[in-house]
Structures are given as structure tokens and as C-alpha cells.
């Protein structure tokens, strides 16, 4: 079977972090060797509306209006097959601390903007190379140990700044 003829599973009923990682499990079969970010549209019955998307290239954290530019790029391709709601895969190729905050940044983003409208987000899953675990949106402020090593040496007075990289 080739990848366009592999049939992508239905979205399970439950949305439980436990049926989501399975289900996530079967949608990535392949290698977890780059980062990407796997969309799954469907419709009402929770049924996929068309293949699974792949997103290469995405920022390793989002900067400026990188958030903005993906919720649109969901929206208007929930539009176009006229879905109901998705569910996101983050795959990180490495494992890292910065890995870990930059999924959780991302997902606390679109976790926020997806909260209003009609598009409904069912989960999102962040895959690693030692596997799949819930993509937990980050809450609140940034605490020294979520910070990864070498930035929580800051002073007490000091917070990070959070600064757009010009090579992006």
C-alpha cells in the first residue's frame, strides 16, 4: 500500500489524551526523524475530510504573527472540505527541554485562537522519538523550570525577553 492509498483512521469518540495517542500513533507510521506538524480535518461524525496534511518548515518556536498564519492556513483548509474540527500532531525529531516549551508554546497558541468560531479543536498530540504524549498547551507565565538549561540563571528582577529571530 502507498502512503495515498493508506486509509487514515476515524477521530475516536473520546477526546482522552490515552485514545488520542493511540489513534496519533496509527496516523504517524512513519519514521520520527523531522519536525512536523501532522493536521487531521473532519466532519461532523469525525470522520477525516481529506488525507492528512504534513507541514514542513514550520518555526521551531512561533515569533510575531506565526501563530496567526497557521490558524488561517487551518481554518481555510477546514473551509475547503468543509470540517467540523481537527487534531494536530507536533512531531519533534529531537528530544529537549526547548522541544518540549516550543510544543507547548504552539499549542497554547492554537488552543487560544481555535477557541472561538466554528472550527473545533479535539486534541492535539506531541510525538518525540520515545513517543507520544499530550501536547500540553503552556499556562500562564514562564517558571525557571520550565525554562530550558543555561536561561534559568536569570535574576530575580529579570524575565526573559521574547524577541523575534531576523533569521526566520
Known amino acids: 500500500m502507498t502512503p495515498t492509498e493508506r486509509i487514515v483512521p476515524r477521530l475516536p469518540d473520546r477526546d482522552s489524551a490515552t485514545t488520542l495517542e493511540e489513534w496519533a500513533a496509527v496516523v504517524c507510521d512513519e519514521p520520527c526523524d ?5 493536521v487531521v480535518l473532519v466532519d ?10 504534513r507541514l514542513r ?12 498564519v497557521l490558524e488561517r492556513l487551518l481554518r481555510d483548509q477546514a473551509s475547503a472540505c468543509r470540517a467540523r474540527g481537527l487534531a494536530l500532531v507536533w512531531q519533534r525529531a529531537l528530544e529537549s527541554d526547548l522541544d518540549d ?31 507520544f504524549a499530550p501536547a500540553r498547551p503552556l499556562s500562564g507565565e514562564l517558571a525557571e523550570h520550565v525554562l530550558p538549561d543555561g536561561m534559568a540563571g536569570l535574576l530575580p528582577d529579570q524575565r526573559p525577553v521574547m524577541m523575534r529571530n531576523p533569521h526566520h
Open 34 to 38: 523531522e519536525d512536523l506538524l501532522y
Open 44 to 53: 461532523v461524525a469525525r470522520e477525516p475530510c481529506q488525507s492528512v496534511l
Open 57 to 68: 518548515g514550520q518555526p521551531r518556536l512561533p515569533y510575531g504573527r506565526d501563530v496567526d
Open 101 to 131: 516549551l516550543a510544543v507547548s508554546t504552539w499549542a497554547r497558541g492554537v488552543s487560544d485562537r481555535l477557541a472561538s468560531g466554528g472550527l473545533r479543536l479535539h486534541g492535539q498530540v506531541h510525538r518525540s522519538p520515545s513517543g
